[in-house]
């Protein structure tokens, strides 16, 4: 109604009105990289991992005797862990999703020296791996028992069958969906692996790896004075098997050590630490800060009303209802905010674009900068809402007061 | 007209009443030009605020331009000051930070007049008031009479039956004083009424009709106003 | 003067009590956030080994494929080949050369009822200790012909000696690892680079490791790393000694030089054995080997995480917000004051009393924010403590030591001023006259 004399006054008044703008900007600006960050954080947690994890524990099996038998070791183990009331199935194996901690080859199309190829994550299963790590299997077929062997220590070769995620096929071969069952492809330049099988998901050990959608199986037990067991348990029963497998595992050879007892649950907290912490810490930044610019309107808003008094009675006097001297602080308000808004979308894009740059971030989605900026609008309108309703509350006698 | 009937105000804080008017009576009729004067704390003020419905009162009654203002809400004071009343004040208070133009358009926002009619009412007054040039300015570039010139234009341009003037020249020197004072007998001569509070006896004797009031009453002795009066 | 202007800003400062307090609030929470991500940034880019970290260099050679960089753009491989450090320690061209790798070992204590327990384990060369200033509690590192002769020594750290001995000086007994035997030829003392510079792959601010012994009989014993192990090019069939000559990188070189003169003429040295490999028909991409001193490394490493960084850019803006809040309080509070102002200037206070007086109150409340904002620091380092009490090396990062004390003293009281030049330069202007009338 009165936008024009309002903005006249503000800009004859021009310091404690830009200090708010200001920060209304920074903080804009601050929290529109913060959320795109929470945003793209959250977004990296969510993805599934592809096993059961509910269900999933694994523990290091380390061996350190010099005539331990590992084969024979460890295919007792598997059979009386496998044998185990509440235990749905168990492997040994190098790593499991999240670990941070893997092996990775690559794989190409075509045999011979620099093909070529894509990484992927090697996890060494018998034809157990699928029902152990609840995975699906969308094509083909599992490993036969007799394609898994225990590896030769001499030898570098690696068996003939696979199966690979779907995202491993699409990557070696695109558009050919279902098709990639039985084909072939090379490991370690000219080792050829025929793929038997495909999985829905699997990722692989490393969050961080952009391949991280990668992965594959290898029919291979392999000798490893440090190798992992991973157990997956009947629904529920996960905290109860833990301490009865540690136990019988212990208990059954002592030429060992049972150790890094672990969940799939504390693993995926374990992996995302920094990305959740980081998610934590900036919404603690986002929220203090939303806080503390309300703040800064609020006082400000308080001063100009405390110093205007004279002038809100005079309003009155000239016939300004409560209703329009609140109105006039309220779009007051509006106007400083505005402004503090505009300059805060400039800046918040140039944050953006400085961090995609320097931190390879990814870029804001459009709607957070109309989103702060209505939360930015009510946040300031909230915090003036008391000093205008206290301006409205000025008696219009004031006007007539000697100083 | 304005009639106030056994009208009373009290103050009170926790320990003490003050009564600011007691049972205080008076009819302003249309068209005349009165003047208030009395004691320091005598309640000229408070008069003034009851009778621009810038304070409500105790007790008694009061009717404004045959409107009995008792019990009227916040809006509807409002809008009576806005329509039926023109203040100046002794430090004018003109609002710092909006210039000539803009200080008078304020009661006209509040009026609700469109653009045009506000402009129009402005440059009217502004010219009344010989200030047209000046419209652009700030307060603080003009001179104290040039201010309270202003301030009479912004109370006049929403053209009201009654001015209330408080102190209008306590804070002019006499050169300027007289300016303002002859710029209000000239709208008196145009028909409107005017209440004024002094405390400057020559002034009173310029007005109509003096008033003089003691201990938040209309006393009864004519007093030295009327007697400074006669003389004129 | 100055204790009357102090007098004066206390009498400010109490006269506008909730003013002063929001800028002390205001200063303080700006001042914590941001001094909270900055010792954590501090601590993380520290030189973790300052006295040497200039004569420390990490050597990175360029076998890596004909095809394709070990790394984009064009970075050469991070480790080297066993090939590579055996060949470099033995020209011995540095005042000193180490190789060493991580691995893991089982201990098995001599008592009946104890069991064994794995520990991490560093294999390395004698000029290991001498070379990263690691220090002694009791003996010392094994000599240059014990990695020669292949001898079975191991130097232990403190909390590993502690748990086999009792914390006793143990120089000269002897434990078992993996079945064999080891005499001890030290004790460390406390020892705890931030970041574990010597070895970057194996977690940057990981504990060092618990136990040393030498590369030699490692090797022998055909221990592997615990590390990354990158490999270019198929290993061939033929177990340990295959996977030796192979072109897979897995082990750590770092060699001492003191100056430019011996920098150059090793990088010289490193470029020429480069060559000689190129003839053999190793090393087929053009001739990319570096030379990084301690800091060169740790920033090549990325050992600052990004989160750090980002956090960091967003807590100083966040200092920003705060600073603006507080000269906007400031500002309020000098043209509540302004009568006063007046006053003092029509009784003859010059401008410079008037700016003396206002500086000072503003310095006193930044001391007071800078105060405070140590608390909230520490606060603040303690939450995030507990955002990543799952990571046992955080609560190394997240110390508070004198110089953050002091950085996050005088930052505060800088903000303060910086905030309070604008707000004083208006109380400096404001007129003498202005609102004498109206007071």
Redesign the interface.
């Known amino acids: 109604?009165?936008l024009?004399?309002i903005w006249?006054?503000?800009t004859?008044?021009k310091?404690?009105y830009i200090?708010?703008a200001?920060?209304i900007a920074?903080?804009m600006?601050?929290i529109v990289?913060?959320i795109a960050?929470i945003q793209e954080r959250s977004r990296l947690m969510a993805r599934p991992s592809g096993v059961d994890e509910e269900n999933l524990f694994y523990l290091a099996n380390?061996t350190?005797?010099?005539d331990t038998n590992i084969p024979a070791m460890v295919d007792e183990d598997l059979a009386n862990l496998r044998a185990m009331p509440g235990v749905v199935d168990a492997i040994f194996t190098n790593s499991v999703p999240l670990r941070n901690g893997g092996w990775s080859m690559g794989l190409a199309t075509e045999p011979g020296?620099?093909t070529e190829s894509s990484g992927v994550a090697v996890y060494f299963v018998d034809e157990h791996g699928i029902d152990t790590f609840g995975v699906k299997l969308v094509a083909g077929r599992n490993f036969l028992p007799e394609e898994v062997d225990w590896n030769d220590?001499?030898?570098?070769?690696w068996p003939p069958t696979g199966i690979i995620t779907r995202a491993m096929a699409d990557t070696l071969f695109p558009d050919e969906g279902d098709g990639v069952v039985g084909k072939t492809v090379y490991i370690?330049?000219d080792?050829p692996v025929q793929i038997v099988g495909i999985l829905e998901r699997l990722q692989a050990p490393w969050n961080g790896w952009d391949g991280v959608e990668r992965s594959m199986f290898v029919p291979l037990k392999r000798e490893m004075s440090?190798g992992r067991y991973v157990i997956r348990t009947e629904p529920g029963q996960r905290d109860r098997v833990i301490p009865a497998v540690e136990k019988m595992l212990a208990d059954s050879n002592r030429d060992r050590?049972i150790?890094d007892t672990r969940t799939m649950t504390e693993t995926r907290?374990?992996s995302y630490?920094?990305?959740?912490?980081?998610v934590?810490?900036?919404s603690f930044?986002v929220i203090?800060?939303t806080v503390?610019?309300g703040?800064?309107i609020v006082?400000?808003a308080s001063?100009s009303v405390?110093?205007r008094t004279?002038?809100i009675?005079?309003?009155?006097?000239?016939?300004?209802?409560?209703?329009?001297i609140l109105r006039y602080f309220m779009l007051e308000n509006f106007l400083i905010s505005s402004v503090g808004i505009a300059l805060g979308g400039i800046l918040a894009v140039a944050?953006n674009m400085w961090?995609v740059e320097?931190?390879?971030?990814t870029r804001i989605a459009w709607y957070l900068i109309p989103l702060a900026m209505a939360m930015l609008w009510i946040v300031g309108q909230l915090a003036v809402a008391g000093p205008a309703r206290r301006a409205s509350m000025v008696?219009?006698?004031v006007?007539?007061?000697?100083? | 007209m304005l009639r106030m009937t056994k009208l009373s105000k009290v103050y009170r804080t926790d320990s003490v009443e003050t009564h600011a008017l007691r049972e205080f009576s008076l009819q302003v009729d249309e068209g005349e030009f009165v003047s208030v004067t009395g004691p320091s704390g005598s309640g000229k003020?408070t008069f003034?605020?009851i009778a621009?419905?810038?304070?409500e009162f105790t007790s008694g009654s009061y009717e404004l331009d045959g409107r009995d203002v008792a019990g009227l809400d916040?809006?509807e004071r409002?809008?009576l000051?806005?329509?039926k009343i023109g203040?100046i004040?002794?430090?004018f208070?003109l609002?710092?930070?909006?210039?000539i133009f803009?200080n008078v358009?304020?009661?006209l926002?509040?009026?609700g007049f469109n653009a045009a009619e506000r402009r129009k009412r402005i440059e009217h007054v502004l010219d009344m008031v010989g200030l047209s040039s000046r419209s652009k300015h700030?307060p603080s570039q003009l001179s104290g009479g040039q201010q309270q010139r202003v301030a009479i234009a912004?109370a006049l341009a929403?053209e009201p039956r009654f001015l209330l003037a408080?102190e209008p020249t306590g804070n002019l020197d006499s050169q300027m004083a007289s300016s303002v004072m002859d710029l209000l007998h000239e709208i008196h001569g145009a028909g409107t009424t005017i209440i004024m509070v002094t405390h400057e006896a020559n002034l009173a004797s310029q007005s109509q009709r003096n008033i003089y009031v003691r201990d938040g009453r209309v006393s009864s002795e004519p007093g030295l106003a009327l007697a400074n009066a006669a003389n004129g | 003067m100055f204790r009357y202007y102090l007098k004066l800003g206390l009498l400010g400062i109490r006269q506008n009590p909730i003013?002063s307090g929001?800028m002390v609030a205001?200063i303080a929470?700006g001042i914590g956030?941001c001094m909270t991500m900055v010792t954590i940034h501090y601590v993380m880019s520290g030189d973790p080994i300052p006295q040497k970290s200039d004569q420390l260099f990490y050597v990175q050679l360029d076998s890596w494929?004909?095809?394709e960089p070990a790394d984009e753009p064009n970075e050469p491989p991070d480790q080297v080949t066993y090939l590579d450090a055996t060949a470099l320690l033995k020209a011995g061209n540095a005042r000193r050369q180490v190789v060493s790798y991580r691995s893991?070992?089982?201990i098995?204590p001599a008592g009946q009822e104890s069991?064994?327990?794995?520990i991490d384990a560093r294999s390395t060369t004698s000029d290991f200790f001498a070379m990263f200033s690691v220090p002694f509690l009791y003996g010392s590192g094994w000599d240059a012909s014990a990695d020669a002769n292949r001898e079975q020594v191991v130097v232990l750290d403190r909390a590993t000696n502690e748990r086999l001995f009792g914390g006793e000086n143990s120089v000269g007994e002897r434990i078992v690892m993996?079945?064999d035997s080891y005499r001890v030829t030290g004790v460390l003392d406390e020892w705890l680079p931030i970041p574990k510079f010597y070895d970057l792959t194996t977690g940057e601010f990981n504990d060092p490791e618990s136990v040393y012994f030498p590369f030699s009989v490692s090797i022998d014993k055909e221990i592997p790393g615990h590390g990354n192990t990158n490999c270019w090019?198929?290993?061939?069939?033929?177990?340990w000694q295959?996977f030796l000559n192979s072109e897979c990188v897995w082990m750590q070189f770092w060699v001492e030089l003191h100056g430019d003169e011996e920098v150059r003429e090793y990088q010289a040295f490193l470029d020429a054995y480069a060559e000689s490999q190129k003839a053999l028909g190793r090393f087929q991409r053009p001739l990319n080997n570096r030379l990084s001193d301690v800091m060169t490394h740790l920033e090549n490493g990325e050992v600052v995480?990004?989160?750090v960084?980002?956090?960091l850019?967003?807590?100083v803006?966040?200092l920003?917000?705060?600073l603006?809040?507080t000269?906007?309080?400031l500002?309020?509070k000098v043209?509540?004051r302004s009568g006063d102002i007046c006053l003092r200037r029509a009784l003859g206070a010059p401008r410079a009393a008037v700016f003396s007086q206002y500086i000072v109150e503003a310095g006193v409340i930044g001391l007071c924010g800078g105060a405070l904002g140590v608390l909230l620091t520490w606060l603040g380092l303690q939450g995030?403590r507990g955002?990543?009490s799952?990571?046992e090396f955080v609560k190394n990062l997240a110390q508070l030591d004198w110089v953050m004390v002091l950085t996050a003293v005088v930052l505060a009281i800088l903000s303060a001023l910086g905030a309070a030049l604008?707000p004083t330069w208006?109380a400096c202007r404001i007129h003498p006259a202005s609102q004498l009338k109206?007071l």
């Open positions: 109604m009165e024009g004399p006249r006054a503000l004859r008044n310091a404690g200090l708010i200001l920060q920074v903080t600006a601050i990289n913060a960050i380390v350190f005797k010099k020296e620099g220590p001499e030898s570098s070769r370690n330049d080792n440090y050590i150790k907290i374990r630490l920094g990305d959740a912490a980081l934590k810490l900036l930044i203090v800060l503390i610019t703040l800064g006082g400000l001063f405390s110093r004279r002038q009675g005079t309003r009155r006097a000239l016939g300004a209802t409560r209703g329009a944050l961090m320097t931190f390879e971030l008696p219009p006698a006007a007539t007061r000697a100083i | 003020t003034l605020n621009g419905l810038l304070e916040d809006r409002s809008k000051r806005n329509e203040f004040f002794q430090n208070n609002i710092p930070e909006l210039d803009d358009d304020v009661p926002r509040y009026r700030l912004r929403g408080d | 003013l929001l205001a929470i956030a494929s004909p095809t893991g070992r089982v098995e069991r064994p327990f794995e993996n079945g090019k198929p290993v061939p069939d033929g177990g295959s995480d990004q989160s960084r980002i956090l850019v967003l807590a803006l966040f920003v917000v705060c603006l809040n000269i906007g309080l500002l309020a043209m509540r995030v955002l990543y799952d990571l604008y208006q109206t």
